[in-house]
């Protein structure tokens, strides 16, 4: 899934290419938005919080959309014949004079009201990527969630904008175990810190993970073998990459078998 990060550049894209920009026409392959009229519409702004991607119109009305795992926005040269739209996975068309967007495989879209946004993004905590990012909340929303840090760090309820990446990179970092729940708030505070700097770092150049994708290969850091467990509540368990030599011991139910190399084996 794309984190705040990534989310954050496709937001910025969008913003060059739409902002200011009237739309010739527009269409919206989704249930319930079929029939949405925006032609004639200028898009305002484009803005992430967190995971969310909300392209703001001057009718008073909000393009909201979630890339999920696989979606993604994509943007074009507006052609005089239309663009190459007519495939499964688009699910919205956005046509301006000189660039058109095209919302691929989204996970969510949502028509609503500017006003009314918070109704779509009302739930999530600070945006760790904001200007305004107040570490002492998300300290404290992690602190109150208690259970598993790394599962913590995934509830998007308690800071906005961090995913399996960065979450096992953070911690990698500070050499905490995912699993651990007794974190004091220097520890959190630490951790917030090192998370947001991560990926402020990635917003500007591309970052190689030390061990996210990583499993069955040597830690960079001690030589150990990186691991990767589930991490989370069920239905909603994620994928957590960590070395137990330097982040304090196996997940709970990792009997510590050999991992074959990530990608080992696929032709």
């Known amino acids: ?17 739409l902002a200011g920009r009237r739309l010739l026409a527009a269409e919206l392959r989704w249930p319930g938005l079929s029939t949405a009229s925006l032609a004639g519409a200028t898009v305002v702004e484009v803005v992430a919080r967190g995971k969310h991607i909300l392209i703001r119109l001057d009718t008073g009305w909000t393009l909201h959309s979630h890339l999920r795992m696989e979606g993604q926005w ?19 068309v956005l046509v301006t004079e000189t660039w058109t967007a095209l919302g691929l495989r989204l996970g969510r879209l949502d028509l609503i009201r500017t006003a009314a946004e918070q109704s779509a993004v009302g739930q999530l905590g600070p945006d760790i990527l904001e200007a305004d990012f107040d570490a002492g909340v998300a300290v404290a929303n992690l602190a109150r969630a208690g259970g598993a840090i790394g599962a913590a760090l995934l509830d998007q309820r308690n800071l906005a904008g961090i995913g399996t990446i960065w979450a096992s990179e953070s911690l ?9 729940e007794d974190l004091s708030d220097d520890e959190l505070r630490r951790l917030v810190e090192r998370a947001r700097g991560l990926m402020l770092a990635a917003l500007k150049q591309h970052a190689d993970p030390r061990v996210h994708g990583r499993s069955g290969r040597p830690c960079r850091r001690c030589g150990g073998i990186v691991r990767v467990a589930q991490i989370g509540p069920p239905t909603r368990e994620r994928a957590m990459f960590y070395c137990p030599a330097c982040q ?20």
């Not at 994509?74 to 919205?92: F, M």
Request: aromatic share 4%.
């Open 1 to 17: 899934m794309p984190e705040g990060d990534t989310v954050r550049r496709t937001c910025s894209r969008l913003h060059e290419a």
């Open 74 to 92: 994509r943007i074009e040269r507006t052609r005089a014949e239309g663009p190459a739209s007519r495939r499964d996975n688009v699910r919205a």
């Open 172 to 180: 990698f970092a500070e050499r905490l175990n995912p699993w651990r």
């Open 248 to 267: 304090g011991g196996l997940a709970p139910g990792d009997h510590g078998r050999p991992l074959a190399p990530r990608g080992a084996g696929r032709r």
